[in-house]
């Protein structure tokens, strides 16, 4: 909003009361959401990974080796495999998002959010399947 | 099924304690009986000095929703039966001040709901005898979904983000500002984009979902705020794009 309001009012009879520090245990739905929230730190290192890997490439092999080397560390690895699983987790948050931002319209009739969904995991499955034909058979 | 069942209810009287108190009551518990029922119950039998709203329970006019068992409920719609032997816990609704027992200050909401402008906006009025604005079954069904609010705030009780961070317009202002945005007959897009496409509207919203769970009324307001941020995404990147007078 453009002005911000005070919250209401002072009315010193008005009980208010704070959340509480773990609001965020009391619902599967919250527990997702801090999830998805403190995740995004994973995120962000599945971006600069994925600018070193982009880097190590243009600079020649021997640097695509070393930075093949230092993947395998286990160090390494094991940030990569959580980060694995949370960018999953937020591709899925993402898909079942997008029917209920995207309303697509089939001359009057409304397509069904099933479909939207359907669509995007379809496409999803498709571009893994391409990623995978190209590093294992390609 | 037993006859009887505990009610667990918040008290608050400001002229005699500084916060809140529970106090128990044991009610009558018949399979059609509704927690308002019970809370009825009270007022008329047990103690007349409970505090609580109330009006139509029949789950239109939108004032009995409070916090039952944890959840954010109208009371009119939810059964003393679900709760098996008991006890009930009756809480006044959450993010939102207490004024006495179970009655919440809603003066903040209805300052949102003004600020989004609810109403049908013409550029300009037709005049009277060219008749009414005529809509289709199908532009009635763009909207149709987020007219069913009838403003409980049981979706403000529920976002965390409201409760974390007063200032945020919140889910039900939202689906409204749509059900005015997608009427064909009204023109006022722009005019609630502006109150809406700023950090404290839409994009104070992180998707949580839950305003969507508790709705009585299945009006989804995570689902309208979602779609309008992608309208919104859509016109910042118009104005980057295009010539004023195209957009």
């Given at each position: 909003m453009s002005e911000r309001h005070?919250?209401?009012?002072?009315?010193?009879?008005w009980l208010r009361s704070r959340p509480s520090?773990?609001?965020?245990?009391?619902r599967r739905a919250y527990l997702s959401f801090i999830t998805r929230e403190l995740s995004s730190i994973f995120i962000a290192w599945f971006v600069v990974y994925l600018l070193l890997l982009v880097r190590a490439v243009s600079l020649g092999d021997s640097n695509y080796q070393a930075f093949l080397a230092w993947s395998r560390h286990p160090v390494v690895m094991t940030l990569n495999v959580v980060t694995a699983f949370f960018v999953l987790f937020h591709a899925v948050t993402w898909f079942n998002l997008a029917p209920k931002a995207m309303v697509v319209h089939l001359g009057h009739k409304r397509l069904p959010a099933s479909l939207i969904s359907a669509a995007n995991y379809g496409a999803w499955v498709v571009t893994t399947a391409f990623v995978l034909w190209l590093l294992l058979g390609g | 099924m037993a006859d009887k069942i505990t009610m667990q209810v918040t008290r608050y009287r400001p002229e005699e304690e500084s916060g809140a108190t529970v106090q128990e009551y044991e009610v009558p518990c018949p399979k059609d009986w509704v927690v308002l029922d019970g809370l009825n119950y009270i007022k008329d039998?047990?103690?007349?000095s409970l505090s609580y709203r109330w009006s139509c329970?029949?789950?239109?006019?939108?004032?009995?929703g409070m916090t039952v068992n944890g959840e954010p409920k109208l009371t009119c719609e939810t059964?003393?039966?679900?709760?098996?032997a008991g006890p009930v816990r009756v809480e006044p609704l959450r993010n939102f001040p207490v004024i006495r027992d179970l009655v919440v200050e809603i003066g903040d909401f209805m300052r949102k709901l003004v600020a989004v402008k609810p109403w049908i906006i013409r550029d300009q009025e037709k005049p009277l005898i060219e008749g009414e604005y005529l809509q289709t079954p199908d532009e009635l069904e763009e909207y149709r979904q987020f007219s069913?609010?009838?403003?409980?705030?049981l979706c403000y009780s529920a976002c965390p983000i409201y409760g974390l961070e007063p200032a945020f317009i919140g889910p039900a202002a939202i689906a409204l500002a749509q059900r005015y945005n997608l009427?064909?007959?009204?023109?006022g897009n722009d005019e609630r984009l502006e109150a809406l496409s700023v950090h404290d509207g839409?994009?104070?919203?992180?998707?949580?979902?839950e305003c969507t769970a508790v709705c009585p009324k299945h009006v989804d307001p995570a689902g309208a705020i979602q779609r309008y941020k992608l309208t919104a995404a859509l016109e910042e990147l118009k104005s980057f794009v295009l010539p004023r007078k195209a957009r």
């Open positions: 005070a919250y209401t009012d002072y009315h010193p009879r520090t773990y609001w965020w245990l009391e | 039998r047990l103690d007349g329970r029949m789950g239109v006019c939108g004032s009995c059964f003393l039966s679900e709760y098996g069913m609010c009838i403003n409980c705030m009427d064909s007959r009204d023109q839409i994009w104070g919203c992180t998707f949580v979902g």
